[in-house]
């Protein structure tokens, strides 16, 4: 599956962006789907993800609470809401799809990955 990430932008502390990855394929839905985030000079760490229904979610304990994952299985489309931003969110976010739903929280996971987009929050 080929993913393509938009959405991403600059936004002042407290405030809110969505992110949005599209995917082509006939077989979006059955893929977990997962967002990732990479700051400058540290390792990409696990943000969100959500099971092929929508049933489940996950998230990293700094942005429980204020970030939502969703899918539109119909639009082939994985958002993340992303509410009282602050200016340690800021990063590349990347979206991936996992073909078997396993290792949610780990890149081992997940095998195609969106080309990422930028996030900058500002104090």
């Known amino acids: 599956v080929q993913l393509q990430a938009s959405g991403g932008g600059s936004a002042q502390a407290g405030g809110s962006l969505r992110l949005a990855c599209a995917a082509s394929?006939?077989?979006?839905?059955?893929?977990?789907l997962g967002w990732f985030r990479q700051a400058p000079e540290k390792e990409r760490e696990f943000v969100a993800a959500?099971?092929?229904?929508?049933?489940?979610?996950f998230y990293t304990g700094s942005v429980k609470g204020r970030f939502t994952i969703a899918r539109d299985n119909a639009k082939n489309t994985v958002y993340l809401q992303m509410n009282s931003l602050k200016p340690e969110d800021t990063a590349v976010y990347y979206c991936?799809?996992?073909?078997?739903?396993?290792?949610?929280?780990?890149?081992?996971?997940?095998?195609?990955w969106g080309q990422g987009t930028q996030v900058t929050v500002s104090s």
């Open positions: 991936a799809a996992n073909p078997r739903e396993s290792f949610m929280s780990r890149p081992e996971g997940y095998t195609d």
């Open positions: 959500i099971s092929r229904s929508g049933g489940s979610t």
């Open positions: 394929g006939r077989t979006f839905s059955s893929y977990g």
